[in-house]
């Protein structure tokens, strides 16, 4: 996994969900592909999906539980999950984690 992306474009309007517990920043890259890039503080918050996504965890450790199962999963800096759109998933940050979002 590379530490940039290069040609790239960077919304300087924050995305911040959960009152400030997630906070990202949207990066387009030159091809078309969106992208988030951002944090969430220790907390266990729901999100929900439109489209496809894939979290690339960049640094902490977190537990996810995926929409219609009972198990959570346990992620840690140079992992990733998927998600299917239109779906939703709780995650529970353990620390601090950094995070890419790759949509679709």
Same mark, same amino acid.
């Given at each position: ?5 290069? /040609?790239?474009?960077?919304? %300087?309007?924050? /995305?911040?969900?959960?009152d400030g517990?997630?906070?990202?920043? =949207? &990066?387009?890259?030159?091809?078309? =592909?969106? %992208?988030? $890039?951002? &944090? !969430?503080? +220790?907390?266990? $918050? =729901? ?5 496809? @996504?894939?979290? @690339? !965890? $960049? ?14 999963? @346990? ?6 999950f998927d &998600? +299917? ?5 709780? !995650?529970?940050? $353990? @620390?601090r984690i ?7």
């Open positions: 996994m590379s530490d940039r992306y290069q /040609n790239a474009t960077v919304l %300087k309007q924050a /995305n911040v969900y959960f517990q997630c906070v990202s920043h =949207t &990066v387009l890259l030159a091809d078309g =592909t969106r %992208k988030s $890039l951002g &944090v !969430i503080f +220790p907390s266990t $918050l =729901t999100f929900s999906t439109g489209a496809p @996504e894939r979290m @690339e !965890i $960049l640094a902490g450790r977190c537990r996810v539980r995926p929409a219609g199962s009972s198990d959570w999963l @346990e992620y840690g800096a140079g992992q990733a &998600v +299917p759109g239109d779906s939703s998933f709780d !995650i529970q940050t $353990l @620390e950094d995070y890419v979002c790759h949509f679709g």
